[in-house]
């Protein structure tokens, strides 16, 4: 119910604000700005996306938790997304999830939510919590290679022996 509200009511904020901006700098340079906050937003979403690739890659080769680097270049991407749409409200919240208190409180509060629900996996090894990693999921064993058997590849007759 919420989400109808917020999808309703965010569209009529941003034109009362284009209203309210505009009445007070013009609107000439309103458009300006809105503008700028798109092509700033549309760098960020390029740049962000390959630096949060770049992140996850180095984590995962070094074994590490990529988890806080996925979030934050995660976030930041979203925050280009929201420059790119046209309004000072979505660009509010998007230079809100610029900041880095706000990016290290959101992750803070999703890993909260995460244990809570039981989806953060790790390993124990001497009493010392880390993070699972591959190595966390091979299963050591024996095997032996058993070849199906042969099987005639036609009705038998009278005349071959099977």
């Given at each position: 119910?919420?989400f109808?509200?917020?999808?309703?009511?965010i569209?009529?904020?941003?034109?009362?604000?284009?209203?309210?901006?505009?009445?007070?700098?013009?609107?000439?340079?309103?458009v300006?700005?809105v503008?700028?906050?798109?092509?700033?937003?549309?760098g960020?979403?390029?740049?962000?996306?390959?630096?949060?690739?770049?992140?996850?890659?180095?984590g995962?080769l070094?074994?590490s938790?990529?988890?806080?680097?996925?979030v934050?270049?995660?976030?930041?991407?979203?925050?280009?997304?929201?420059?790119v749409i046209?309004?000072?409200?979505?660009?509010?919240?998007?230079?809100?999830?610029?900041?880095?208190?706000v990016?290290?409180?959101?992750?803070?509060?999703?890993?909260r939510?995460?244990k809570?629900?039981?989806?953060?996996?790790?390993?124990?090894?001497?009493?010392?919590?880390?993070?699972a990693g591959?190595?966390d999921?091979?299963?050591?064993?024996?095997?032996?290679?058993?070849?199906?058997?042969?099987?005639?590849t036609h009705?038998?007759?009278?005349?071959?022996q099977?």
């Amino acid at each position: 119910m919420w989400f109808i509200v917020a999808f309703l009511s965010i569209p009529v904020v941003e034109i009362a604000l284009f209203i309210l901006v505009g009445g007070w700098i013009g609107v000439l340079k309103t458009v300006l700005l809105v503008i700028l906050a798109g092509i700033i937003g549309a760098g960020l979403i390029r740049q962000q996306g390959q630096n949060a690739m770049a992140s996850l890659r180095e984590g995962v080769l070094a074994d590490s938790d990529p988890s806080e680097s996925i979030v934050r270049g995660t976030m930041t991407v979203l925050a280009g997304m929201l420059l790119v749409i046209p309004g000072f409200l979505t660009d509010a919240v998007a230079i809100a999830m610029l900041i880095p208190f706000v990016q290290k409180a959101a992750f803070a509060a999703l890993r909260r939510r995460a244990k809570a629900q039981g989806m953060v996996m790790g390993v124990t090894i001497n009493g010392t919590a880390r993070p699972a990693g591959p190595q966390d999921h091979v299963i050591d064993g024996e095997f032996e290679e058993i070849s199906p058997p042969k099987r005639p590849t036609h009705n038998p007759s009278g005349w071959t022996q099977h």
